[in-house]
């Protein structure tokens, strides 16, 4: 079965320290990596995908096939950054994606 | 920018009450689905929709679950009966072909 672990339910970090959440996932077919962000009071958004090896916002997150890991990185976060933030998983051609349960990002003045 | 929408925001109903979410994908998106999550824990997929038909669905999606795209705009998601644990936010997203899925706000469904 398909799993994505985001070990850290809350995260909170002051105005310009680095920001890592940490999302794991199961191994099992080739599978595609993506991070979701929920601002306050706004839709479930798609914040950034392995494929596209891009930086969105300030944000990497790059894709560690050893350690199953597809941590979301940004060396200095900004109060704007508070957010739920889901990890997900595709694979076998699907587009529908296994979400993790989400860590909450506040980040203080 | 078109955007996904879905009504009402949040929907309170009575244990065994029947009830039908909406949704209005952007209108060239060709795949459609639903998902919902329970207070506190992850958004899980309940079904996709594709050419007028279920493509995919959970095993959350019994029997009392159904959906409709009645006409060339709308999505629906009914629940026949519902039940306690059905309360929930359920969120609507469409796609087109290869593209990110595009999620609505969301309709909060509080069954009492």
């Known amino acids: 079965a398909q799993r994505v672990t985001q070990p850290e339910k809350l995260l909170s970090v002051f105005k310009g320290a680095p920001v890592e959440l940490k999302c794991n996932y199961s191994?099992?077919?080739?599978?595609?990596l993506f991070w979701y962000v929920q601002y306050s009071r706004q839709r479930l958004q798609l914040l950034l995908r392995h494929i596209s090896r891009e930086s969105i916002k300030g944000f990497t997150a790059d894709l560690n096939k050893g350690e199953t890991s597809f941590h979301l990185k940004k060396p200095f976060a900004q109060e704007e950054d508070s957010a739920m933030y889901y990890c997900?998983?595709?694979?076998?051609?699907?587009?529908?994606?296994?979400f993790g349960r989400g860590t909450s990002l506040i980040v203080h003045p | 920018e078109p955007e996904v929408t879905q009504t009402p925001s949040h929907q309170v109903t009575q244990m065994g009450q029947e009830v039908i979410l909406r949704c209005v994908p952007i209108?060239?998106?060709?795949?459609f689905y639903w998902y919902r999550q329970i207070l506190g824990q992850k958004v899980e997929f309940l079904v996709s929709?594709?050419?007028?038909?279920?493509?995919?669905k959970s095993e959350i999606f019994d029997d009392q679950f159904s959906v409709e795209r009645p006409d060339g705009s709308n999505f629906t998601l009914k629940i026949r009966s519902t039940k306690l644990e059905d309360s929930a936010m359920y969120f609507c997203?469409?796609?087109?072909?290869?593209?990110?899925?595009?999620f609505g706000p969301g309709t909060r469904l509080t069954v009492l």
């Open positions: 997203a469409s796609r087109i072909l290869v593209e990110e899925q595009f």
């Open positions: 209108s060239n998106h060709l795949y």
């Open positions: 929709f594709y050419n007028n038909e279920i493509s995919e």
């Open positions: 191994y099992s077919g080739s599978p595609e």
């Open positions: 997900a998983r595709t694979s076998g051609g699907s587009y529908i994606p296994t």
